[in-house]
Structures are given as C-alpha cells and as structure tokens.
C-alpha cells in the first residue's frame, strides 16, 4: 500500500512558477513510476509528466519545456516544477504511482494504482 500527499499548489500569476512536492509512504518507493496528472473543471484527467524508477521521463507536449519532473527516492518524494505557467494550466494536480513491474501506457489514469488528493494550481491572467 502506498499513500500519497501532494502539496505546493497555490494561485499564481501568468509566467509565474510553482513546486508542486508529492511524498510517498511505504518503502518500496524507489521500485516504483511516479507521475502527475491534471483536471480542469469540466474535463477529463489527463496526464503531464511521468518518471520511471530508472529516472526516465515523459512530457505531454503542453508542458514539455516548461515543467520538469523530479523524484528523491531516500526522501520518498516526486517533484513537478512548473515555470512559465498559463492560465490553461488552471487544474487539481494530483499525483500518481504504478509499481514499474506494470506494463502499459504511462498516459492511462487506468494504469496506476494509487493516487493523492490532489493540489489546485490556479494561474490568473
């Protein structure tokens, strides 16, 4: 069993930039992919950014460049700096973690077995 905990969410101006922090309880941490994923109101989940366990990772092209994924695994902790921030970046971020013996799609919420509940990222105009 893992439990996540996001925090750094906040309102921010347009161009601005936020830390989001997710830690992780239990000790396999390091065995697992961690990513982050987002909801506007009225939309669907959809993905941002993905590190495996080896430390790879994946981009959805409307952040590539602008946000970075990040994981300290003696911290238990999986980063999201967010820079150069859009007001269509207005969601709940939410973190996610899927055990890097699961195949499959980074892209698919169905894919990850354990969520947090989520920080607002508010970005005004």
């Known amino acids: 069993q893992v439990q996540l905990v996001e925090s750094g969410g906040g309102l921010v101006q347009a161009g601005g930039s936020l830390r989001l922090s997710c830690a992780a309880s239990g000790r396999t941490f390091s065995s697992y992919a961690m990513a982050w994923f987002r909801q506007a109101p009225g939309k669907e989940r959809e993905f941002v950014a993905v590190i495996s366990w080896s430390g790879i990772t994946y981009y959805a092209a409307s952040v590539q460049g602008r946000f970075t994924i990040s994981r300290d695994n003696p911290k238990s902790t999986v980063y999201l700096q967010m820079n150069s921030l859009k007001p269509e970046d207005t969601a709940v971020y939410y973190c996610?973690?899927?055990?890097?013996?699961?195949?499959?799609?980074?892209?698919?919420?169905?894919?990850?077995?354990?969520w947090g509940q989520g920080t607002q990222v508010t970005v005004s105009s």
């Open positions: 996610a973690a899927r055990p890097s013996t699961k195949s499959g799609s980074y892209y698919s919420t169905a894919l990850y077995d354990y």
